[in-house]
């Protein structure tokens, strides 16, 4: 095939920008990339259907530095990952979560893979196209009308008129000699080139579209509206009821809301056993356990107690917890530290107020009846006298076979 | 792309093991069973019930059987994805894989002990240890000694049917030439690659996680699942550097062969640190003594440097070794870089097995950890020498053998 004498079509338009050689079949095109390479040009390149073997040596191209790239990106992404966490977590908003330091690396490091992936896989996505200018939307070789057989059965390769050799009857030569069945001439077309107005006018309009959004967002975060706010996914915002303090005009007084009828007892709260479920007989504080008092009943209480009490008054009530100890370190101005329990004021209360003060709450104890069950914090009760009474016992409380260790 | 050229090249090669095999395999056996009776003499010299034999055992066993589940795995994963490029090197995995009935008999030494009431490996084996220990007699319905040895058998009847069906066809395709053979291998491999998920899975959980009943984790199974493709891959790139030193296959696997296993290696070494910190992880944050105690007793006690060494020999410093693409490319380097993986996945076996022998008194280690991995890897070679026989070791009528020939990478 390379026997016959190529046909050469030039088609009437401006300078030369490109020749377009087709070449029979893969071999031959292999061949010809090696003989333009030997021959020092610099702009061209070659087209093929499908990848081909051995290609990248004959054209001498040199590895990419592609790697390279997605390296940086992948360590980037390491390094903005790290600081990131280190800023948010350690510096700007320092918050302990599960107990950990404020800057782990273990909790860091799934971000961390995440960012490296992201970034590589951004970097080589960018790079790929960044390597081989792409996006183009037009190219002088697109001139040629065989050229778009580049894509199902053609073999091609085009020398563009920039390179600082290129002279058009020397290149075609060059082409002729390698073996090519066919040379298009791709000259620069004189009109057809621009860019229709359309698109910038497509352009410009998306343009503005895409910043309304923003632009609304802004408008109603700059400071109090009067109108409510847009709601644009109702879920089960508004229903058909009415809420707490609304208007009614059915009942008097306007008021939705029903007052309970008195004497009503919600369900479980039936507590008539004053003793049992305030503390109290009348106004007196009781001074009997109104539960039974067990050995169990303290261990459960010591458990609760160390649950619930300790972190602020210390697992022996000296009022030496680890939120109280990080409280008065720390100053906090409104902190109360709590009073040891073994401390004369609360050494001579009743059970009943002890228990008044663990339902209750008292200075900045907050009230614990909705955590604790009354059976438990008379348990707590009953473990905080025991602990009490370890602080002050007398030889007499020392059973008498032990009473010889101690001496 | 497949070339004419290419596909004659195998004509050329010398595919076969022949007399190489015949006085290698007296060779591989006599020295096998000499070091596992040295390893026993050893064992029953200690005088603490063959406890120490025993976990040393079971380290090497399995880490001898990973290789295999590894290598089979890689063959599964080829025919499950119609791989060309892998032919020239799927009939060396074909043979690592199919050792089974082997690997059944050297299995015994902890099966037996275990059947016939020792409790010197597993404690969940002993009735007074489970009594009264709630966890364990929760566990009892699966942790017990019969259902054990059903599934112990089950786990190596799946291998052994997977792993002759595969080789057989391959085989029976060198000499009738058949595309169809490849077709049904094709079609049996999904199938075969679940079951070859869930039976590693639980003989990962029963062998090994077991060690310590009342510890649990769910990604334990892809834990010794990735460690085991690390140990098939470099396995078989280490199979054919060393019959391509003897003269054989050295026109069938060529560098772009060696390059794309390194690049599964490269893979596989990210997986394993990314299953060994996922599981890590959860438990350093959610930090419940019940699922810490196992990094706790391999932090503690002299066993925090195996868990360093790991983190750096298994992952780190292989990942920047693997990556560069001359790495890969070069048989010497390549075949080094499995050896370094082959041993660090050997000191993981240790590390998941050993703690348990001696949490307060360090990593032991002793000749008899030696003779054991002696005795069973060149008892598995032996195997292997055998299975392999005659046949060629490409398969060299597979359809795709050419293309896998031409292989060429960008």
């Known amino acids: ?407 | 792309m497949m070339r004419p050229t290419a596909t004659l090249r195998i004509h050329d090669d010398h595919v076969t093991l022949a007399a190489l095999g015949a006085r290698a395999f007296p060779l591989l056996a006599g020295i096998g069973l000499a070091a596992l009776a040295l390893a026993a003499v050893l064992g029953a010299v200690r005088g603490d019930g063959f406890s120490y034999f025993f976990h040393s055992y079971l380290t090497n066993y399995c880490f001898v059987l990973s290789i295999a589940l590894g290598a089979l795995f890689f063959v599964l994963i080829q025919h499950a994805t119609r791989a060309g490029w892998s032919v020239a090197v799927r009939r060396i995995s074909e043979i690592l894989a199919a050792n089974v009935s082997v690997l059944l008999v050297l299995f015994l030494p902890v099966l037996a002990p275990v059947l016939l009431g020792s409790h010197a490996l597993y404690e969940w084996t002993s009735p007074a240890a489970v009594a009264g220990d709630h966890l364990l007699e929760h566990k009892s319905p699966y942790l017990n000694v019969p259902f054990f040895g059903i599934r112990c058998v089950f786990y190596f009847a799946v291998w052994w049917l997977i792993t002759r069906f595969f080789l057989r066809r391959s085989v029976q395709q060198d000499h009738s030439g058949d595309a169809s053979l490849t077709l049904s291998m094709e079609r049996f491999s999904g199938p075969a690659l679940l079951l070859f998920a869930v039976t590693v899975t639980f003989a990962a959980f029963d062998w090994l996680m077991s060690l310590e009943p009342r510890w649990f984790s769910t990604i334990y199974g892809i834990y010794y699942f990735s460690g085991a493709i690390l140990a098939g891959v470099a396995a078989i790139v280490l199979a054919a550097a060393a019959l391509q030193a003897s003269g054989r296959l050295t026109m069938s696997v060529t560098a772009e062969h060696y390059h794309d296993l390194g690049k599964l290696l490269f893979g596989f070494v990210i997986f394993w640190g990314y299953i060994a910190f996922s599981q890590y992880m959860l438990i350093w944050y959610a930090n419940i003594p019940e699922e810490t105690v196992y990094y706790l007793a391999r932090q503690t006690n002299g066993w925090a440097g195996v868990s360093l060494a790991l983190a750096f020999g298994h992952l780190l410093v292989p990942f920047v070794g693997l990556l560069p693409r001359s790495m890969k490319r070069r048989k010497g380097v390549l075949a080094f870089w499995c050896v370094w993986l082959l041993v660090f996945h050997w000191l993981d076996m240790y590390w998941l097995v050993m703690p348990n022998y001696s949490p307060d008194a360090g990593p032991p280690f002793g000749l008899i950890d030696v003779a054991l991995l002696v005795g069973l890897v060149c008892l598995y070679l032996a195997s292997a020498v055998r299975v392999a026989g005659g046949e060629a070791l490409v398969p060299i009528k597979d359809p795709r053998l050419g293309e896998s020939l031409a292989l060429e990478n960008f």
């Open chain 1, 1 to 407: 095939m390379a026997e016959k004498e190529p046909t050469i079509a030039d088609a009437p338009g401006g300078a030369v920008a490109a020749l377009v050689a087709q070449f029979a079949g893969p071999d031959e095109l292999v061949e010809a990339a090696s003989q333009v390479r030997d021959a020092g040009y610099r702009y061209w390149d070659t087209h093929t259907p499908y990848p081909i073997h051995g290609m990248d040596r004959a054209m001498g191209i040199r590895p990419t530095v592609l790697p390279w790239m997605v390296l940086a990106g992948g360590v980037a992404g390491a390094a903005a990952a790290l600081l990131m966490q280190w800023w948010m977590n350690a510096v700007d908003y320092p918050y302990i979560i599960s107990g950990k330091p404020l800057f782990s690396l273990p909790a860091f490091i799934p971000v961390t893979f995440e960012l490296i992936v992201l970034f590589s896989a951004l970097t080589a996505f960018v790079g790929v196209l960044a390597l081989n200018q792409l996006p183009q939307l037009w190219h002088p070789v697109f001139q040629s009308r065989r050229f778009a057989r580049a894509t199902s059965d053609g073999f091609f390769l085009s020398i563009e008129a920039r390179d600082p050799k290129f002279e058009e009857s020397r290149a075609a030569e060059l082409l002729q000699s390698a073996g090519a069945v066919a040379i298009d001439v791709c000259r620069m077309p004189a009109t057809g080139r621009e860019v229709p107005t359309g698109v910038y006018w497509g352009v410009a309009t998306l343009a503005i579209l895409a910043i309304l959004p923003p632009l609304g967002v802004a408008w109603y975060r700059s400071g109090a509206k009067k109108l409510p706010r847009i709601h644009p996914i109702l879920d089960m915002d508004a229903q058909p009821k009415y809420r707490a303090q609304a208007f009614n005009p059915l009942f008097p007084g306007g008021m939705a809301s029903r007052p309970a009828v008195p004497g009503t007892i919600a369900q479980g709260e039936m507590d008539e056993n004053t003793a049992l479920y305030l503390g109290k007989l009348g106004e007196q504080w009781v001074d009997e356990f109104p539960v039974p008092v067990s050995m169990e009943a303290v261990q459960r209480g010591r458990e609760r107690f160390n649950i619930y009490c300790a972190p602020c008054h210390g697992l022996t009530g000296e009022g030496d917890g680890m939120v109280s100890q990080r409280a008065t370190r720390r100053a906090e101005p409104n902190w109360v530290p709590p009073l040891s329990l073994h401390a004369e004021p609360v050494r001579v209360q009743p059970v009943g107020q002890l228990y008044n003060t663990v339902t209750n709450g008292i200075r900045t104890m907050p009230p614990y009846a909705s955590q604790i069950s009354v059976e438990d914090r008379w348990a707590i009760v009953l473990y905080v006298k025991a602990l009490q009474r370890s602080q002050h016992a007398t030889l007499d409380d020392v059973p008498e076979e032990m009473r010889e260790k101690l001496r």
